[in-house]
């Protein structure tokens, strides 16, 4: 029984960790952060995932002043967004593949 429960334990993390997009981390992709960040002046989105034509991110970008929202597909590693004062956040939507 014992064994039984521990072989499931362990079937659910790895299934778990393969359904997982973007299970890469900062340190091993490069990029300074995983998703939104800021700089003094400059907005970025860091996607931490391994590079690869599937691996690419549809991104949400909430934009200062506006109430509409942009959306864009961008590569793995770090994305230049634009100016800190056009846009406020981006987060993770879903996955797309480069055009």
Request: one cysteine or more.
């Amino acid at each position: 029984m014992r064994a039984r429960v521990l072989f499931g334990a362990a079937t659910a993390a790895i299934v778990a960790t393969a359904l997982l997009p973007g299970s890469a981390s900062a340190s091993t992709t490069g990029v300074k952060a995983c998703g939104y960040y800021e700089t003094r002046t400059d907005a970025y989105y860091g996607h931490c995932t391994n590079p690869g034509p599937r691996n690419w991110a549809y991104i949400q970008i909430d934009y200062d002043w506006t109430p509409f929202d942009g959306w864009r597909c961008v590569p793995p590693g770090e994305t230049h967004l634009g100016s800190t004062s056009e846009i406020d956040d981006a987060w993770y939507y879903l996955p797309c593949g480069p055009s």
